[in-house]
C-alpha cells in the first residue's frame, strides 16, 4: 500500500496534527527539539529541498514525488504529494532503490535534476546516475529529456551495497559520486573498476579532468578508494569533503575524503567480518587513511547533512546522520579537519536521510516499513 498521506504546510496545523500523530512517540520526548509529522511515505529514501519551498522525495520503489513543505506565499496551503514522471525503470529488489536525488548546482537557471538509482543490465545490477530537466506545465509534473550520465563499473550480480549518493563541489563545477563495493569486498581495491569509490566527475558525468590516479593507472573517475557502502557524502562551509559509510559487523565510520587515499576496505577496518573472522585495524603506517569516527557496536548510518543554518546555532557546521538499524539521529562534531561523536537520539524509527531546510529546520526520513516513512520535521524548542 502507497500511503502518500499530506498531513498539512502551515506550521501551526503541522504541530497540532504531529502531536495528535505521534502520540505513541511523544513530540520532543526529552530531546532538544520539537518533532512535527508532515506526510507518510513508502519507503522513502533521500530528499532535497527546491527554493520555493517544495521537496523532492525519492522512494524504493522508483517513484519520486514533489510537497510543499515550506512557503511564505502559500503557508496556509495543504498541498498534496504530486508524482514526477520521467524515471527509468529501477530494480529495487534487495538494498536497490530510487536512490538520491540533487539539484544542480544552477538549478535556478537551469531546472535539473540530478538522482541515482540501482539498475538491470549486462553482467547482473549496478548503481546508475541520471540528468533531468524538472518541468511543470498542465499536464503534470515530470523529468524531461532524462539522460544517463554515468553508470559503475563493472554490473555484478546480487542487491547490496549500491551506495549512489551525490555531492557537488563548492564552486559547482565537479559531481562527486559514490559507488559502493556491491558486497563484493575486492572491488574497493582493484584500480581498474569503479566499485567501492568515491568518483568525481564533470557536471555531465565525464571523469574530471586532474583526477589524481589517472598516472598510477586507476580508472579516470577515481578519486579515492577503499571504501565498503558509502551512503552519504557532504562538503562543509570550508571546502572539506566528509563521507560516512556502513562498516561490517562494526566498524561504521565517518572519513575525511582526501585526493587519492586508500581508505583501507576489506584489507583494514575497525569492524569485523559477519562470520566472526577478524579483520586488522586501522594502525600508523599501514598505508590507509584512518576514520575520523567509527561506530562499534554500529550505527548503520543512512544519509548526511552537514547543518550550515541559524534554527541550531550550536550545531552549525556540525555533521548529522541517520541511523538506521539503531533508529537514531546521529551528531558529529566537525571542527576543521577532525570530527567527533555528539548526541545520539532515540527516534523509535530507522533514519534514512537528513536534510535541512530553508529555514533551518532539520527534516529527517524514516525508513518504511516497520519504520513508517514518514518525514519529521525537527524545530527548536
Excluded at 532535497?48 to 519551498?53: E, F, M, Q, R, W
Excluded at 539539484?103 to 540501482?118: E, I, K, T
Excluded at 563541489?169 to 559507488?179: A, E, H, I, Q, V
Excluded at 583501507?264 to 559477519?274: E, I, K, R, V
Aim: aromatic share 8%.
Amino acid at each position: 500500500m502507497i500511503r502518500h498521506t499530506l498531513f498539512a504546510t502551515s506550521l501551526l496545523s503541522v504541530t497540532l496534527l504531529a502531536s495528535t500523530a505521534c502520540s505513541a512517540q511523544p513530540a520532543g520526548g526529552g530531546k532538544p527539539f520539537n518533532q512535527a509529522v508532515v506526510a507518510d511515505f513508502e519507503s522513502p529514501w533521500a530528499m532535497t529541498v527546491l527554493p520555493d519551498g517544495r521537496a523532492l522525495v525519492t522512494e524504493k520503489d522508483g517513484r519520486m514525488l514533489m510537497l510543499m513543505i515550506a512557503s511564505k506565499e502559500r503557508k496556509n496551503s495543504v498541498t498534496a504529494t504530486m508524482p514526477v514522471e520521467g524515471i527509468p525503470k529501477i530494480d529495487s529488489a534487495g538494498q536497490g532503490a530510487l536512490m538520491d536525488v540533487v539539484l544542480a548546482p544552477d538549478f535556478a537557471a537551469n531546472q535539473l535534476v540530478y538522482f541515482s538509482g540501482s539498475i538491470t543490465g549486462a553482467g547482473g545490477k549496478g548503481v546508475a546516475l541520471w540528468r533531468g530537466k524538472l518541468v511543470e506545465d498542465s499536464r503534470g509534473l515530470r523529468l524531461e529529456g532524462v539522460e544517463e550520465l554515468f553508470r559503475a563499473r563493472p554490473f555484478v550480480e546480487g542487491n547490496g551495497h549500491y551506495s549512489g549518493r551525490i555531492a557537488f563541489s563548492p564552486d559547482g563545477k565537479y559531481l562527486f559520486f559514490t559507488n559502493g563495493e556491491r558486497q563484493k569486498f575486492t572491488p574497493a581495491q582493484d584500480p581498474k573498476v569503479t566499485l567501492g569509490k568515491v568518483l568525481r566527475l564533470t557536471l555531465d558525468g565525464k571523469p574530471a579532468p586532474g583526477n589524481p590516479l589517472v598516472a598510477k593507472g586507476f580508472a579516470p573517475e577515481i578519486w579515492s578508494y577503499g571504501h565498503r557502502n558509502l551512503l552519504g557524502i557532504a562538503f562543509d562551509a570550508q571546502g572539506n569533503l566528509w563521507e560516512q559509510e556502513m562498516g561490517p559487523k562494526g566498524g561504521d565510520e565517518v572519513n575525511l575524503i582526501k585526493p587519492g587515499l586508500n581508505y583501507g576496505w576489506p584489507n583494514a577496518s575497525n569492524g569485523s567480518n559477519y562470520d566472526g573472522t577478524d579483520i586488522p585495524d586501522h594502525k600508523p603506517g599501514d598505508g590507509y587513511e584512518p576514520p575520523k569516527v567509527s561506530w562499534n557496536p554500529v550505527i548503520s548510518p543512512g544519509g548526511l547533512m552537514i547543518y550550515s543554518g541559524s534554527m541550531f546555532p550550536q550545531w552549525k557546521g556540525d555533521a548529522f546522520i541517520g541511523g538506521l538499524s539503531s533508529k537514531s539521529l546521529v551528531r558529529v562534531d566537525l571542527n576543521g579537519t577532525n570530527a567527533a561523536k555528539g548526541d545520539q537520539w532515540d527516534m523509535r524509527a530507522r533514519i534514512r536521510d537528513v536534510e535541512q531546510g530553508p529555514d533551518g529546520a532539520i527534516w529527517v526520513l524514516e525508513d518504511g516499513g516497520d519504520s513508517q516513512g514518514r518525514l519529521i520535521k525537527l524545530t527548536a524548542k
